[in-house]
């Protein structure tokens, strides 16, 4: 099993909320995550996107605060590139660089690392996941689940002691996911994971549900996934529309 993280690794949320040109987004959010392997729930639009945002620091809270190891991620930066990695939903939205070598590269650049150290690393980080003959290929010659895959090791190569991961198995066939869910298992990192998969929570610690921002419930997996897929069954047999207010 993986060993405990050190204490600066906690995640302490305080009455944090998010708004967008006066519409709320996130609100009255009050957390405290230490846990290993944390699992977070909701509908489309209930603002579990915009939460990663937040402990990433990618956003700042509007009202309240977001601590991770005591400091603010929206504003210490760089100390959050070794605590802090998140893997966007869609890979596109993460690339920047127009090879593999280079996008691995970049990161650990962003860490100090010299062009030499960063590229001994580089590919270290490929022949250790069987990837070696990546290194100086066009990342559009990747398919969508190998360029999944080379965000995942983007963040493992800056080796943050908390990942993100937004929907990562959304997109991915079958064996690709299964990959990929094999890959996370053996990962040291604490994990906070979305997904509306509940067979990717087994095993996790605890699992948050987020409502139309707010926290519905937060908890062990079994009761709360059980309660959370009542609801989406009762839901889709009445007409899940209904409530969409656009
Ligand atoms: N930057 C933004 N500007 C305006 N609306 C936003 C912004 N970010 C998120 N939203 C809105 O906030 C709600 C929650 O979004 P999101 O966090 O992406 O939800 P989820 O990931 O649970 O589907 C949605 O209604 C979305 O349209
Ligand atoms: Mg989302």
């Known amino acids: 099993m993986p060993s405990p993280l050190p204490d600066d690794s906690s995640i302490t949320l305080t009455d944090a909320s998010f708004a967008v040109a006066g519409r709320q987004i996130l609100g009255g959010l009050t957390l405290h995550l230490t846990e290993q392997r944390i699992g977070i729930i909701g509908r489309n639009g209930s603002g579990k996107s915009t939460f990663l945002r937040l402990v990433a620091g990618l956003i700042a809270?509007?009202?309240g605060s977001v601590?991770?190891?005591?400091?603010?991620?929206?504003?210490d930066r760089k100390?959050?590139?070794a605590r802090i990695g998140i893997l966007f939903q869609n890979p596109d939205h993460q690339i920047i660089f127009p090879t593999v070598g280079e996008e691995l590269a970049f990161g650990l650049r962003q860490q100090g690392l010299d062009k030499a150290a960063a590229t001994v690393q580089v590919q270290a980080l490929l022949a250790r996941h069987g990837r070696s003959h990546w290194v100086?290929?066009?990342?559009?010659?990747l398919s969508q689940g190998q360029r999944h895959f080379l965000c995942l090791l983007a963040v493992l190569a800056m080796q943050p002691g908390t990942i993100l991961l937004d929907e990562?198995?959304?997109g991915l066939d079958l064996p690709t996911q299964a990959r990929l869910d094999r890959t996370l298992a053996s990962l040291p990192q604490r994990l906070i994971l979305i997904t509306h998969d509940p067979k990717a929570l087994a095993g996790y610690d605890r699992v948050i549900w987020l409502e139309d921002g707010r926290l519905r419930a937060d908890g062990p997996v079994g009761p709360?996934?059980?309660?959370?897929?009542?609801?989406?069954?009762?839901?889709?047999?009445?007409?899940?529309?209904?409530?969409?207010?656009?």
């Open 136 to 141: 100086a290929q066009p990342v559009t010659a």
């Open 79 to 81: 100390a959050m590139l």
């Open 224 to 246: 709360i996934v059980a309660q959370f897929t009542d609801e989406m069954t009762r839901l889709g047999d009445v007409d899940a529309d209904t409530d969409l207010t656009l």
């Open 61 to 63: 809270p509007t009202t």
């Open 67 to 75: 601590k991770v190891g005591g400091l603010a991620p929206a504003s």
């Open 168 to 170: 990562p198995f959304a």
